[in-house]
């Protein structure tokens, strides 16, 4: 691959390991509302999905724009109390997006999660600078597994869709990396790799990663 590529990554599972939180933050809002929810349902129902998808899940009714946001947002207070005091990026990502910015490799962040998180994922963990890009689910008309998340990072950072590599941990997300026209590379954080093998490359942590072995995904 002679030209230029860029990664573009999902956060939820991908930056930090929040899927355990999300789990948690559900069940208790759950409970709240007297709606049932089984622990062992929420990695279907949930991970990957945006919070109107959810809700309507969960839920097993549609809610109006209005009621998505501000369920979403009392769902999220919850998720952001629980994973607040312990967040951390997940082992080996600040060394693996500084090889890549050291490479000069542009980055993006696309995720379903809304504005609310992002800010708060970012300014705990301090890696903004890093991404020439962040675009969260407010800014899409489809969330994933919809590809316009992905195309529409690309399209800002300049490179062609078919020279992205989508990092990714949910089925939804690795479904719009791949309708997408990218290159996948799935990490285990939130699902096995067996749900997970149909992505170009499923990884148990970063330090598999090289700019080596990203480039071969091209070949
Ligand atoms: O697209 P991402 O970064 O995986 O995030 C989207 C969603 O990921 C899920 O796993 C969370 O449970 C959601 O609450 C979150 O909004």
Not at 26 to 32: M, S
Not at 120 to 134: A, Q, S
Not at 203 to 210: A, M, P, V, W
Request: hydrophobic share 40%.
């Amino acid at each position: 691959m002679k030209e230029k590529f860029a990664v573009i990554f999902d956060m939820d599972g991908v930056i930090i390991d929040s899927n355990p939180y999300h789990k948690e933050a559900w069940l208790q809002f759950a409970e709240k509302y007297n709606v049932e929810l089984k622990e062992e349902e929420v990695p279907e129902k949930i991970f990957g999905k945006t919070n109107t998808t959810a809700l309507r899940d969960v839920f097993q009714k549609e809610f109006s724009p209005e009621e998505n946001f501000k369920m979403g947002e009392e769902k999220e207070a919850i998720y952001r109390e629980l994973h607040g005091k312990e967040m951390v990026p997940i082992t080996g990502f600040r060394e693996f997006i500084q090889m890549l910015k050291d490479n000069g490799i542009p980055m993006a962040v696309a995720t379903n999660a809304p504005v609310s998180n992002v800010d708060f994922i970012m300014e705990k963990t301090g890696l903004r600078h890093y991404f020439d890009v962040v675009i969260d689910a407010s800014s899409v008309k489809h969330g994933k597994p919809d590809p316009e998340i992905y195309l529409k990072s690309a399209e800002k950072l300049g490179v062609p869709s078919q020279h992205c590599i989508v990092m990714e941990d949910s089925v939804p997300g690795a479904e719009a990396g791949i309708r997408a026209g990218m290159k996948v590379v799935a990490i285990t954080t939130s699902h096995s790799k067996e749900e997970l093998n149909h992505t170009d490359l499923v990884i148990d942590g970063y330090e598999e990663l090289s700019m080596e072995k990203l480039i071969s995904l091209f070949d």
